[in-house]
């Protein structure tokens, strides 16, 4: 099938390269040039496992190409994707304006029946009432589809080739028909229902998860206080199959350009209808505090000021580049309050931690981190730093449970 898809970010990059690989003639437009011509010339512009080698693929097969050109990739396409961000406003609410302008450019360039997809993440009623109506400003006759998205970043493309559901919520039989046959050679169980509640799936999905890690987290924080090691605490409970062992491993807390902004934007949506949420206005919290943990443990050992603190791991998680509401920049922050000097790392993220902190210390390996520092803080749980040996004589102050022959340790949650 031919298809469109609107932005190139993890969701729409992954999701062009994904289905070009399953056979489908792909176009991926973003208004960056740079991104388009990188993307043409077969690189990612963002790190992602996997995702050079799969796009220089489909690239050579003809079946992908990028480009600034709206009108004829969206004149030519049966489906449309809007992959666009749906970021934060300061209060929390949704920021919709990508959305908006990417279904105008829809609008504008619908020249005969094709399904339009919102893949980003949008809160209940967005696709019925904001993008529908615009779309409806053409004239023209569509069909219209919520699919959301629910890939990780670091494993991105196994998640979307092979994750669990593929939740399409669409509009009428045969809107779900076309979308069955994009979806045709995927394994995953797929799930129909209306765009609203594909949305509300959505967002109560990543609640949930939120909820699972916050709440492992409150509960390590007590199993700290008692001497208890929480990881063991939920192997037992995880046993369960009702609640199952995943995401509830406790640590720096949850962090990334998905959970914090999704479980506000539910938030806002829940006080707009009366309905102030407050189990996952707590969710929030706990999570917003657990960084400052560390910094608890690391006074216990040493007064900051002035001494040489190390960090290792600066991106919200292993695999990925991306320092969005990663825990890191919560620590960083304080121990510049506290006038510490720090000495960083991360394999992937030193590029954008260096445009946000041009004046901390931006080391080139963990080893070179250790060697300068008092007290080293783990606070991403990168393989490079699995190395007991690597901390022998440190002080080491553990966010994300890495093993350490460290002189003193202190775990955040054991
Ligand atoms: C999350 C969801 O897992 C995806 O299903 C969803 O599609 C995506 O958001 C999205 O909405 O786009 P992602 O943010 O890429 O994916 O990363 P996760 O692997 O879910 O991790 C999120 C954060 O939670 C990380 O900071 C991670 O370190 C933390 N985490 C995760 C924990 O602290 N404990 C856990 O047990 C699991």
């Excluded at 809107?175 to 799930?191: A, C, G, K, S």
């Excluded at 109560?204 to 390590?220: P, Q, R, V, Y």
Aim: glycine share 8%; proline share 4%; charged share 25%.
């Amino acid at each position: 099938m031919k298809i469109a898809i609107i932005g190139t970010g993890y969701v729409g990059l992954t999701s062009g390269v994904c289905f070009a690989s399953k056979g489908h003639s792909v176009k991926c437009i973003d208004v960056i040039e740079e991104k388009v011509d990188l993307i043409n010339s077969g690189k990612s512009p963002i790190f992602e496992e996997g995702m050079d080698e799969l796009l220089t693929d489909v690239l050579g097969k003809g079946l992908l190409k990028a480009t600034l050109d709206a009108k004829n990739a969206i004149n030519e396409a049966e489906v449309v994707f809007l992959c666009v961000g749906t970021p934060s406003s300061d209060d929390g609410k949704i920021n919709l304006d990508y959305i908006k302008s990417a279904a105008k450019t829809i609008s504008e360039n619908l020249n005969n029946h094709k399904v339009i997809v919102v893949k980003s993440t949008v809160v209940p009623g967005t696709t019925i009432n904001v993008v529908k109506p615009i779309l409806e400003e053409s004239g023209k006759s569509f069909g219209i589809c919520m699919n959301p998205e629910f890939l990780k970043e670091g494993s991105a493309i196994k998640d979307f080739l092979n994750g669990d559901r593929i939740v399409l919520g669409v509009d009428s039989k045969n809107t779900e028909e076309i979308m069955r046959n994009v979806y045709t050679n995927f394994p995953q169980e797929i799930f129909i229902t209306n765009p609203t509640t594909a949305e509300m799936i959505k967002y109560a999905s990543n609640s949930l998860l939120a909820t699972k890690i916050s709440f492992a987290n409150e509960i390590g924080n007590v199993c700290k206080k008692l001497g208890i090691d929480s990881y063991d605490v939920m192997d037992g409970v995880g046993l369960d199959k009702r609640l199952s062992r995943s995401f509830l491993n406790s640590g720096a807390g949850f962090g990334g350009s998905c959970f914090p902004k999704d479980v506000k934007a539910l938030l806002h949506k829940g006080l707009e209808v009366g309905e102030p949420m407050t189990l996952l206005k707590s969710v929030l919290k706990v999570n917003d505090e657990q960084p400052l943990r560390l910094i608890e443990l690391l006074k216990k050992h040493i007064n900051p000021e002035g001494k040489n603190i190390g960090i290792l791991g600066l991106a919200f998680k292993k695999g990925t580049d991306d320092i969005r509401e990663a825990p890191s920049l919560i620590i960083i922050d304080e121990l510049l309050k506290l006038k510490a000097n720090i000495f960083a790392f991360d394999p992937k993220a030193m590029e954008h931690i260096k445009k946000l902190y041009p004046n901390i210390n931006l080391m080139n390996n963990a080893q070179e981190v250790v060697d300068n520092v008092d007290v080293v803080m783990i606070v991403t749980d990168w393989d490079d730093f699995k190395n007991p040996e690597l901390y022998s004589g440190k002080i080491v102050i553990d966010g994300r449970r890495i093993k350490t022959n460290a002189e003193v340790y202190e775990g955040i949650c054991w």
